[in-house]
């Protein structure tokens, strides 16, 4: 009896074993050098572009999704900031980079006040990618896939390389 007890465990246990999941395969993943934080506590505006700011800030983490345009399921670039335009001061954008350049106004670089938009070519055509200027040559943008959104620097040698210029809706 203590024989097939023995043989019946070893049984279940051979079946357990065959219906369990194979063990996963895991990618290489190549670890990222960590990004230097940037520093945020001296950002300072007024009027619309306060409240632009208050928005903007509240967003940084938020998962990217191609085509989101609400925190909950993800933003990108252009949903990012349809989303902030629309919450802070009312003014409703459409969800493309490129249309949103097309209704804002070009100004120079050193007249970019917080809330003025940044735009640049990443795709290999005009207005492919945007952003929001926080002040201090800082800009928040919804990068890509598996990306949150964050702030990075205009002279980024990556963005400062694609920039097309900045633009406002403000008066």
Aim: aromatic fraction near 8%; charge should be positive.
């Amino acid at each position: 009896m203590n024989r097939r007890h023995a043989l019946s465990a070893l049984a279940v246990l051979t079946l357990a074993a065959c219906s369990s999941a194979p063990p996963r395969k895991t990618a290489s993943i190549k670890p990222r050098t960590p990004r230097r934080p940037i520093e945020l506590s001296s950002l300072q505006a007024d009027g619309a572009g306060s409240e632009i700011l208050i928005y903007t800030m509240g967003l940084l983490d938020v998962d990217y999704q191609f085509g989101g345009n609400n925190p909950e399921a993800g933003l990108d670039c252009s949903g990012m900031v349809a989303y902030i335009y629309q919450n802070a001061v009312g003014v409703r954008l459409p969800h493309n980079a490129a249309a949103i350049a097309g209704l804002a106004r070009p100004i120079p670089d050193n007249q970019l006040r917080v809330g003025d938009l940044v735009f640049f070519n990443t795709l290999g055509r005009p207005f492919s990618h945007m952003g929001l200027y926080i002040g201090e040559n800082k800009f928040v943008h919804a990068p890509r896939t598996n990306s949150p959104i964050r702030t990075d620097l205009l002279s980024n040698s990556y963005f400062a390389a694609r920039y097309e210029g900045g633009r406002t809706l403000f008066a």
